[in-house]
């Protein structure tokens, strides 16, 4: 499969990027609309200007993950209050962070702008009889201004980087083809999405570098020019796409493989039943069901164990039948989300350690680990400590580990099989286990619940028979083993396919149930 | 040449008396002004000299307000300035200072029309800003020009047109020629006092240059202390009845052109 760089979705690369633009422009925006009255207040005032730039300052040490994903609990509560007019997700959230972002460049060099005004100026302004208003407008803030300028070009680069992280509360920005690639290990993706999100940085500083110089030299020409530029960049992103004549279905899909090939495969079925399919991929495991639960996707698939523990805070194990037939109906009562039914296999968590490990220590389960526990690091993904199935495990097994890692989980197969950990939280559908002989320990004593994929719609999208019809033909029609290789397929180093062409060849298995799996 | 709109409009005298009452300004333990109370007839040039930190700057700015007095009033034609806003106040007067202000993103035209445009949202009209530049004795061509393509002296000029172009009765000049180039500096003295003459003003203005202050003005102030301690015309200054601190001012430039005709003396004759 080619997956050369200059080989890419075009149309969706664009439209990831008016939506790019159209986020960074509105913080970049809103940032201003907030920053420029504190910095005049803070330019006047000492204590004003120590509360405003503490605060901005305290800002920009929250990694800026951190701060979008703040935004969600917080958007949450809101949402509570005065409804379905605040999203937590999406737009809302990723403007504020960022406008938060860009407040801290634009204050300082606002307030020394306005406070390296020369006294002289000020003495004359009085000294003709200007009013504070006028004085501030007609000569402090033109004054001002280069520098100003200055502190706007360093937040509209910060914010348009920033943007990108975005994409993990489900609003799509150029983000989506890097945590995509990252995730599936396709570079030439990564770098798609880092170039256009570099040039858009880069053009917007230099159109701002020009209004700058054409305000530091009294040039207007200059301001127009590149002002004009800018807006029409602007006009570009907010540009309606022509908007389809077939209804559109947002699929969503969290941040691993299996996920991405699933939604694409979810897409291909929808297609063929005449639906306009867009992706919201990348999303977070916290805010992916919420997505779906407000409706901003309509179709998800999720795993037992995680709406289980996660969504209805259950920590019992129940029977696996019992336990969806729970979930159905907890998930069609509390947000009228529809569970269409399990696709036929299990991606739970499946602690694996190297053969060699299992062979010389005899690790055959988790109580076997408890006795190795102290010698060994343990690697996981970025969310399974935080995870109610870890301290399920915990309760279950008094694991006591020499130390821990925490890796995407592409790298935390690497970190296994390198021996930068000793025992990993895999997934038990990640072809990448078999590939490299990986021991999976048994779970004698069920801490882990079952993990079946089910396939969930949104409140919108179970009215429509159509489409649950297009869908139903995948329920129990996933082996693990198809699932394993299709996965394998986006995951291993060579000859890699992307997820939508891994897609296609399991939706060819799929439809010919009875030919080999592997080509 | 062309024709330009007469400046000002009225070419009487209308400058009008100011009196001080009192006043005092203090900053933290430091006596600035400490009670001054002096009088100026309309059409008066008064020149308020005195030793740095004498509080001559500070008791020409309590006139357009640019410092609050602690206490005693201000008067301006019999009316307290405290009884008026302070932005109509100061658009009310000429002021002019040292380091000249003007405002570096404004053309010439500009900065002398800023009072018209924040007064009245209108442009000073073209023939009025050559008409004011004619009468600083400016080629009208400087009106596009921004001010960093001017010499100081010439930076002054459009400083003293923009005062002008208000057409105030009163001009406040705080030390306005002091960075100048003495020969410059010199050249716009003799000009701005003709200019008082011509456009019947009042005038104060502080100078740390006893000289200046003998050639151009009507009257002469000196300050010491926060205090006026001698108000007299310049002849009666050179006579020296006026105090240790008026004569020691006068001293210097009496003592250099005595020497300077010393050494002229000495020249071998031809």
């Known amino acids: 499969m080619n997956q050369g760089l200059f080989n890419q979705d075009w149309p969706r690369i664009l439209d990831l990027l008016a939506q790019h633009v159209q986020l960074s422009f509105a913080a970049l925006g809103l940032g201003l609309l907030v920053a420029l009255p504190l ?114 070009r360093t937040a509209a680069v910060w914010t348009i980087g920033a943007a990108t992280l975005s994409t993990t509360v489900g ?190 220590l005899g690790l055959r389960t988790l109580d076997d680990v408890v006795r190795v526990a102290p010698q060994f690091v343990f690697g996981t993904d970025v969310e399974f400590l935080e995870r109610p199935e870890w301290q399920m495990v915990q309760a279950a097994y008094p694991l006591r580990f020499k130390g821990r890692r925490s890796f995407e989980p592409t790298f935390m197969y690497r970190a296994l099989s390198l021996g930068e950990a000793d025992i990993i939280s895999a997934f038990s559908s990640d072809g990448r286990i078999a590939a490299n002989r990986f021991v999976v320990l048994d779970d004698p004593r069920g801490a882990i619940p079952p993990y079946d994929a089910i396939l969930m719609v949104s409140r919108s999208a179970a009215r429509d028979a159509r489409l649950v019809e297009a869908l139903e033909p995948l329920v129990g029609a996933i082996a693990v083993e198809k699932m394993r290789e299709a996965n394998y397929r986006v995951d291993r180093d060579d000859n890699k396919q992307s997820p939508a062409d891994s897609a296609a060849w399991l939706d060819r298995m799929l439809r010919t149930p009875s030919q080999g799996k592997t080509p | 040449m062309a024709p330009t709109a007469p400046f000002p409009s009225t070419l009487c005298a209308h400058g009008p008396a100011v009196a001080f009452e009192g006043v005092s300004k203090h900053y933290g333990s430091v006596v600035a002004i400490d009670a001054v109370s002096a009088t100026i007839l309309p059409g008066t040039f008064v020149a308020i000299v005195g030793s740095s930190g004498s509080g001559k700057s500070t008791l020409v700015k309590a006139v357009n307000r640019l410092v609050e007095p602690d206490a005693g009033s201000v008067r301006i034609d019999g009316q307290d300035v405290l009884e008026r806003e302070q932005h109509e106040l100061r658009r009310s007067i000429g002021y002019v200072f040292q ?29 009025q800003v050559a008409a004011l530049l004619d009468l600083v004795d400016l080629p009208r061509d400087f009106a596009t020009r921004l001010p960093e393509q001017l010499s100081g002296g010439q930076q002054q000029r459009v400083g003293v047109a923009r005062a002008l172009a208000g057409e105030p009765g009163l001009m406040l000049m705080d030390e306005p020629f002091g960075a100048l180039d003495p020969v410059t500096r010199e050249a716009l003295g003799e000009q701005y006092r003709a200019l008082h003459e011509r456009l019947g003003l009042t005038t104060i203005m502080v100078t740390h240059d006893m000289a200046e202050a003998l050639l151009f003005a009507d009257r002469i102030w000196v300050m010491a202390s926060g205090r006026i301690v001698a108000d007299a015309s310049p002849a009666e200054m050179i006579a020296g009845q006026c105090g240790p601190e008026a004569e020691a001012l006068v001293a210097v430039p009496r003592l250099q052109a005595d020497r300077i005709t010393a050494m002229r003396n000495m020249q071998p004759q031809p």
């Open chain 1, 39 to 152: 910095a005049i207040l803070s330019a006047r005032n000492r204590t004003v200007a120590g509360v405003t730039l503490g605060f901005a300052g305290l800002i920009q040490t929250i990694p800026a993950l951190a701060l979008l994903a703040l935004f969600f609990p917080l958007l949450l509560a809101l949402s509570a209050v005065f409804g379905d007019a605040i999203s937590p997700l999406g737009f809302l959230p990723s403007l504020l962070a960022l406008a938060l972002y860009a407040l801290l460049p634009i204050l300082r060099n606002a307030i020394t702008g306005l406070r390296s005004v020369e006294p002289a100026m000020v003495e004359a302004a009085d000294g003709v009889g200007m009013t504070s208003l006028q004085k501030l407008w007609l000569v402090e803030a033109p004054l001002a201004s280069p520098t100003i300028m200055a502190g706007v």
């Open chain 1, 171 to 360: 609003q799509p920005s150029l983000g989506d083809l890097i945590f995509a690639g990252l995730q599936t290990q396709n570079w030439s993706l990564v770098l798609a999405g880092c170039i256009a999100a570099a040039l858009l940085a880069i053009s917007v500083d230099l159109l701002l570098g020009v209004i700058e110089s054409g305000i530091r030299w009294r040039k207007h020409l200059r301001i127009w020019l590149a002002g004009v530029a800018l807006a029409a960049g602007l006009a570009l992103a907010l540009w309606p796409a022509p908007s389809p004549d077939r209804p559109v279905v947002t699929i969503g899909a969290k941040r691993f493989s299996e996920q991405y090939v699933l939604a694409r495969l979810i897409g291909r079925r929808l297609e063929a039943a005449g639906y306009e399919v867009r992706y919201r991929e990348g999303l977070g495991s916290a805010v992916v069901f919420r997505a779906l639960a407000t409706d901003e996707v309509q179709v998800l698939v999720d795993y037992a164990g995680t709406i289980w523990t996660n969504e209805m805070q259950r920590q019992d194990p129940e029977p696996r039948a019992d336990m969806l037939a729970e979930i159905t109906r907890w998930t069609n009562a509390q947000h009228g989300v529809r569970v269409v039914g399990p696709l036929g296999f299990e991606n739970t968590y499946a602690f694996a350690v190297r053969p060699d490990d299992a062979k010389r």
């Open chain 2, 99 to 127: 380091n000249i202000g003007l405002f570096p993103h404004m053309n010439v035209a500009q900065n002398i029309g800023i009072g018209s445009r924040i007064a009245s949202r209108k442009p000073l009209p073209d023939d």
